[in-house]
């Protein structure tokens, strides 16, 4: 440190401007690009994801009472098939991921999904409940980081 004090002394008026000036602005620079860049980086993302959750929310809000109110209905096509052959042939159809299925019975079924677009499994759901004569015991929805997609489990009972 004393070397750096002998060597701003030696130097003339002017350039110890120069130096002060040139101190300060690198000292911006640092501020701005090590820390307020990041941090502005970080809150734009963070907003981008808090508005895909609430589209999710608002999608999920809107399509409850339809599930709910669908929940006990039954279509007339009667169809005898297993809730195993049910669930695997629709999910398939529609594209969802299925990453865990458990039989509780003959007549109900527990099947979790992973990153579901929330329309596809929105439709997998009235279909099931149309062609098959099932009902949603149960919807639980836990989100994901990634925007738009749902991890889910849901309880089908005939």
């Known amino acids: 440190m004393q070397q750096l004090k002998t060597w701003y002394a ?43 959750r609430q589209s999710s929310v608002n999608n999920w809000k809107a399509a409850l009472p339809v599930i709910i109110a669908n929940r006990g209905q039954t279509s007339n096509a009667s169809n005898n098939r297993g809730l195993s052959y049910v669930i695997t ?14 039989e509780k019975g003959a007549d109900e079924i527990q099947v979790w999904f992973d990153n579901v677009a929330f329309n596809d499994f929105i439709g997998w759901v009235a279909d099931i409940q149309n062609r098959y004569q099932v009902k949603i015991a149960s919807v639980n929805v836990r989100s994901k980081d ?4 749902s991890s889910i489990d849901i309880k089908v009972q005939r």
């Open 10 to 52: 030696g130097l003339e008026e002017n350039e110890q401007k120069m130096v002060v000036v040139a101190a300060v602005v690198m000292a911006l620079l640092i501020l701005v690009f090590a820390v307020i860049k990041p941090l502005n980086n970080s809150v734009s993302t963070y907003q981008q994801k808090v508005k895909g």
């Open 146 to 149: 990634r925007d738009g997609l």
């Open 89 to 102: 042939s629709t999910t398939r159809a529609f594209n969802l991921r299925v990453s865990r299925v458990q």
